[in-house]
């Protein structure tokens, strides 16, 4: 069994920065893990993603260029730099984990799933 629980989370300025944080329980070896966000009356949105060995990382246009995912396998965490955040990075989000050294979007293709942390941006 794994849990997954994010934090970091909070009420920033627009273009302030937060570092979200997403603890693992369990196993996490040859995970990939992602984060993924969803604003009020939205679908769930992917973030960023990073494989096991850190070798690769995706970002989803909105934030590329001002987020910086990492992970610390010793302590079993995943990162999620945040900078010059805006308005519409409003959302709550989600660390999530898939047994598969690959990389993906998807929502579906992720297994474990955290409760979530906001994030609320003001203008």
């Known amino acids: 069994q794994g849990t997954l629980v994010e934090s970091g989370g909070g009420l920033v300025q627009a273009g302030g920065s937060l570092r979200l944080s997403c603890a693992a329980s369990?196993?996490?070896?040859?995970?990939?893990m992602g984060w993924f966000r969803q604003a009020p009356g939205k679908g769930r949105e992917f973030v960023a993603a990073?494989?096991?060995?850190?070798?690769?990382?995706d970002y989803a246009d909105s934030v590329k260029g001002r987020s910086f995912i990492s992970r610390d396998n010793a302590k079993n965490t995943v990162y999620l730099q945040l900078n010059n955040l805006k308005p519409e990075d409003t959302a709550v989000y989600y660390c999530?984990?898939?047994?598969?050294?690959?990389?993906?979007?998807?929502?579906?293709?992720?297994?474990?799933w955290g409760q979530g942390t906001q994030v609320t941006v003001s203008s």
């Open positions: 369990g196993r996490t070896v040859s995970t990939t």
């Open positions: 999530a984990a898939r047994r598969s050294p690959f990389i993906q979007s998807r929502v579906d293709a992720y297994e474990y």
């Open positions: 990073i494989t096991w060995n850190a070798a690769r990382a």
